[in-house]
């Protein structure tokens, strides 16, 4: 299961300004940190299938070299006490997610390896069933830089990103610009206050469409 909050900041430069900030860095410590180049593309059937089940197909290229390969169902919005800022950008979802040295995406191949996985493998199964022996095809990508934290914040450890580049579709683009809190292991309140300090000290919001979300609106696609 994927925990994550999405912020929104106005532009790179506050964005950068936040990354490199004392009061961000003094609120947790940082276990490790380092950047990646993301290539991402989402895949469907040309019907739609995924789509329409509310299912997203990501192939992403990482640094140019290695592949990841991931399937996420529809996000939840969580509930709880929080701001409004953080309740728009807080969300919860399956998610699953295979390493590869290839962008072809095999849904066998992908369904017998994440079956390790914690999230359940039937629900996985159900979601692949109606693409396989189907052809998929490129719909939208998206392309950034993402550094990242892996930080330490009261009991729990989460990934704090900084992400930066655009999400293409249609032969159109939107910017992206955002920070991106997932937790990795501890408490879904942990997630909850770091956002809660972050909103109150930085000009950002939630940011409640993901990233493939708003390629589909580039495209005039309902959204996911």
Not at 107 to 122: C, N, Q, T, V, Y
Request: glycine letters at 4%.
């Amino acid at each position: 299961m994927e925990t994550e909050l999405k912020l929104a900041f106005p532009s790179e430069e506050e964005l950068d300004s936040c990354f490199a900030s004392n009061a961000l860095r003094e609120l947790f410590t940082v276990l490790e940190e380092k950047t990646e180049e993301y290539e991402n593309d989402y895949l469907d059937t040309e019907a739609r299938v995924l789509h329409k089940s509310r299912t997203s197909l990501r192939v992403r290229h990482v640094n140019r070299q290695n592949y990841i390969h991931t399937v996420k169902t529809s996000p939840v919005v969580l509930e709880g006490e929080m701001t409004e800022e953080v309740r728009a950008g807080l969300s919860s979802r399956c998610e699953w997610n295979v390493p590869s040295d290839s962008a072809e995406f095999d849904p066998e191949r992908f369904l017998s390896e994440a079956s390790s996985g914690e999230d359940p493998i039937d629900l996985l199964e159900m979601t692949l069933r109606p693409i396989m022996g189907k052809r998929l095809q490129i719909v939208c990508s998206t392309v950034f830089t993402r550094r990242i934290l892996v930080v330490q914040f009261r009991e729990s450890q989460m990934e704090v990103c900084f992400d930066v580049g655009e999400c293409q579709g249609n032969g159109r683009s939107l910017p992206i610009c955002e920070m991106e809190i997932e937790l990795i292991a501890g408490k879904t309140e942990d997630v909850e206050t770091l956002g809660t300090i972050i909103t109150s000290r930085f000009p950002c919001r939630g940011g409640s469409l993901s990233k493939y979300a708003r390629c589909l609106l580039l495209m005039n696609e309902e959204r996911v």
